[in-house]
């Protein structure tokens, strides 16, 4: 890793060395527990049955966290943010329930709000794990509400979808206390996180027949912009991927097994069909009763989702719908979290130009903002090297967040 990527890869400088060798402790660990140990009855699992390999993925992503928080990087990175924590949306006091604001510390208002929702196959990861994120975000202009949400095993479907609605719905009630403008709100996750997010956005445009869907319908909110990145857009029939591309590792094949069966809940119990549970499904075949926002769908051509991305991009196609869809060649899957990478680097400037003609309009100078350039189907976005704003921002030492 050269000295320009150490310096400016903030609380992860120390994450490049660990993946090779974590990265071959997880496959073991899928190889040996995954397939033969999540709950296949499509019940709640309970706490201490939690199968030993979603319990090392956890321990591990909050790990990395603990381990980088207080390199000087990392405290540099937090100097001009400013984060008011453990915000309960819902008044139950669990963790599952509680989202982080996110903004620069001498941001002006008010400014556009962001729901942003992790990813993690709906099993791991947090608020914490993914605050990195939100700092971005924020250096674009946005106050970022970071949420929790329940996890699989222990909660299945529609527990996730139910928490980040609720969520949706206090961010709409409550942003203007933070400085954000919940008239101009943007919805943001990758991997489980763009399920969740696509789910929010048609639960706005679609007419579902959910409860909290329902309720989300008749609030209309204003949806400036949607980014869904890298998605496991359906989670039902994940055997349609290796059908489609037969060279799905086996051990992939067994985490994406392993998630649909850990989330999703079973149909001979009178669940019924999980429909949010495949939101890509619902922009496939219905149609919208109000127009779709701006879209950013992102993903490498190297992930194993990269389909899901590709058929959603398809799914909105129509003139009223300015959506890009960026495919980044090579690129694996979360590739954006490697921000060492240019691949990485180019997906945040990216982004910032996506949010910056769509959301804020205009450029810093008041003038109108450049289109961000689409890369065409199975390329990338040119590699140029990233501005210094497109690289994590330095802040200080705060007290260590609790989770």
Request: aromatic fraction near 8%; hydrophobic fraction near 40%; charged fraction near 20%.
């Amino acid at each position: 890793m050269s000295t320009e990527h150490a310096s400016s890869d903030a609380g992860f400088s120390l994450l490049p060395e660990a993946l090779p060798s974590a990265a071959e402790s997880l496959i073991e660990l899928a190889r040996r527990h995954i397939e033969p140990r999540i709950a296949r009855g499509g019940e709640p699992v309970a706490p201490e049955r939690v199968p030993p390999f979603v319990r090392g993925l956890r321990g591990f992503f909050e790990g990395i966290v603990d381990a980088t928080y207080d390199l000087p990087a990392a405290r540099r990175r937090r100097r001009d943010i400013t984060v008011v924590r453990n915000v309960p949306w819902q008044q139950c006091g669990d963790d599952a329930s509680m989202l982080d604001v996110v903004r620069m510390r001498h941001a002006p208002g008010p400014q556009p709000a962001m729901l942003y929702i992790h990813g993690g196959g709906f099993a791991v990861c947090s608020k914490q794990t993914h605050e990195i994120f939100a700092h971005l975000y924020a250096q674009r202009g946005l106050t970022v509400f970071n949420t929790n949400y329940r996890l699989a095993p222990e909660a299945r479907f529609p527990a996730a979808f139910q928490d980040v609605a609720r969520a949706l719905l206090w961010v709409l009630d409550h942003a203007h206390e933070f400085g954000a403008d919940p008239n101009r709100l943007v919805i943001a996750g990758e991997s489980a996180g763009a399920n969740l997010t696509l789910a929010l956005v048609a639960a706005a445009c679609f007419e579902i027949d959910d409860p909290l869907a329902g309720e989300i319908h008749a609030r209309n909110p204003t949806i400036a912009a949607a980014l869904p990145g890298c998605g496991v857009l359906q989670v039902s029939d994940a055997a349609r991927l290796w059908r489609e591309n037969p060279r799905i590792h086996p051990v992939a094949r067994r985490i994406m097994r392993g998630l649909e069966r850990a989330y999703l809940p079973d149909p001979a119990e009178g669940h019924g069909r999980p429909d949010l549970a495949d939101p890509l499904v619902i922009f496939e075949r219905r149609q919208p009763v109000r127009p779709l926002p701006p879209m950013f769908v992102y993903c490498g051509t190297a992930d194993l989702l990269y389909p899901d991305s590709q058929r959603l991009a398809d799914a909105i196609v129509r003139p009223d719908t300015p959506h890009r869809f960026y495919s980044y060649e090579g690129g694996i899957h979360a590739f954006h979290a490697l921000f060492w990478q240019p691949l990485a680097r180019r997906c945040w400037r990216d982004k910032a130009a996506f949010l910056q003609r769509h959301v804020h309009g205009h450029t810093a100078q008041g003038q109108p903002a450049a289109q961000g350039q689409p890369a065409a189907q199975g390329q990338p976005a040119a590699q140029d090297r990233p501005a210094a704003q497109d690289r994590p921002a330095a802040q200080d030492r705060a007290t260590r967040p609790a989770r």
